[in-house]
């Protein structure tokens, strides 16, 4: 059987001088292999099919039947590698906590530990009728953050 770890193998020996990287790779018993890759400005489908390419080749047709998918993650799947919470830098995200409360927001920072975002937040200052929307800034660890997505 096909192991993830040859096919990561061989896509790391085609994009190692490039800004692709891996998001995810999923090889399953009955010979499926999805790919997914990305970079900061997206991957186009020349990547894709050279990825592709790379990987027909560098797998035994005659020892091994497989089918193959290289693509990019889609706009609205959850995050899975720290490359993603970099490239949305700037951007609207969707996180929602392992409690169940989702927060929409601007990720401004992602590190080893966890993102900062720059969230909306409604204030009802003493002696006003009315609250006044102000811009906050909330720091979220990874271990209480579900899912992480693009806001679109």
């Not at 186009?44 to 693509?71: H, K, P, Q, Y």
């Amino acid at each position: 059987m096909i192991s993830s770890e040859i096919v990561r193998n061989i896509v790391s020996s085609v994009t190692g001088n490039t800004a692709i990287f891996v998001v995810d790779i999923r090889v399953d018993s009955a010979g499926k292999i999805s790919v997914e890759v990305d970079k900061p400005e997206g991957v186009t489908i020349e990547e894709c099919v050279m990825i592709s390419r790379a990987i027909e080749s560098g797998l035994n047709r005659e020892t091994e039947d497989f089918e193959l998918e290289v693509s990019s993650p889609g706009l609205n799947m959850p995050f899975k590698v720290m490359e993603q919470y970099r490239k949305n830098c700037g951007r609207q995200v969707d996180v929602v906590k392992c409690d169940g409360q989702k927060i929409t927001g601007i990720l401004q920072h992602a590190d080893d530990e966890g993102v900062i975002l720059e969230i909306e937040t409604k204030i009802r200052e003493a002696g006003q009728k009315r609250p006044k929307t102000v811009m906050q800034t909330a720091a979220i660890k990874f271990s209480d953050i579900k899912t992480t997505k693009s806001h679109f």
